[in-house]
């Protein structure tokens, strides 16, 4: 019977070839755990962007906020500018129909109250013409034993120049004479010439018109 022959290790971990193969194993495993941490690494490592890149994004984010901080401030004074010109314009209406009220409103048992509102409403050469005229005017109201009443029925911005504008206003007015009332109300038309002065406008000059 033939004895079988088998290689084996020596009890100290020597092949028979004489390699200890102890030791090549363990610089297998040193060289795989050394490969794994190395790509372990690399995958760890987030990308850090261009800094080209970082940084012409940040001067075109710069720019864009410039420019929408100056069309914010050019909205806000334009819309500041419409405002005081509607309140301008508003102001000039508002003065153009009081007046009109006040010139067609006259009663003979209080005349001289009722021109001198007439005169608080008026300046330059309206002013200057009505007061001259205030005297005699109140002599014939009383004479007739007038009253008069006014009603303002439209008015409207005609153009404005700067601090002057022309106002176009309609009135009502209903008459009684001597305590008899004309059977028809008037109507007159009045274009109004108002200046602006400060937060107050008057009227400086009155036509009438058909």
């Excluded at 020597?14 to 610089?27: E, L, P, V």
């Excluded at 690494?41 to 001067?59: F, G, K, M, N, Q």
């Excluded at 200057?128 to 008069?148: G, H, L, N, Q, Y």
Aim: with cysteine; charged share 25%.
């Amino acid at each position: 019977m033939t004895e079988a022959h088998v290689d084996s290790e020596d009890d100290d971990g020597t092949d028979s070839d004489g390699t200890d193969s102890t030791d090549s194993t363990d610089s297998a495993v040193d060289t795989v755990v050394e490969e794994s941490t190395t790509v372990d690494t690399v995958a760890d490592e987030p990308t850090a962007p261009p800094r080209r890149s970082l940084r012409t994004a940040l001067i075109v984010g710069s720019a864009v906020v410039v420019a929408l901080g100056g069309l914010c401030a050019a909205i806000a004074a334009q819309t500041y500018r419409d405002h005081r010109a509607a309140d301008a314009r508003a102001l000039m209406v508002q003065a153009a129909r009081q007046a009109a009220a006040n010139l067609t409103t006259v009663d003979y048992t209080h005349a001289e109250a009722d021109v001198q509102r007439i005169l608080d409403s008026a300046t330059g050469p309206f002013y200057d013409d009505f007061r001259a005229r205030s005297a005699p005017f109140i002599d014939v109201v009383r004479k007739a034993e007038s009253k008069s009443q006014g009603t303002v029925t439209e008015a409207g911005l005609e153009s404005v120049n700067g601090d002057e504008g022309r106002v176009l206003v309609a009135v009502s007015v209903t008459t009684s004479t001597g305590g008899r009332l004309e059977p028809q109300p008037r109507y007159w038309r009045m274009r109004l010439t108002v200046t602006k002065n400060g937060d107050e406008a008057k009227v400086s000059k009155v036509d009438f018109v058909s």
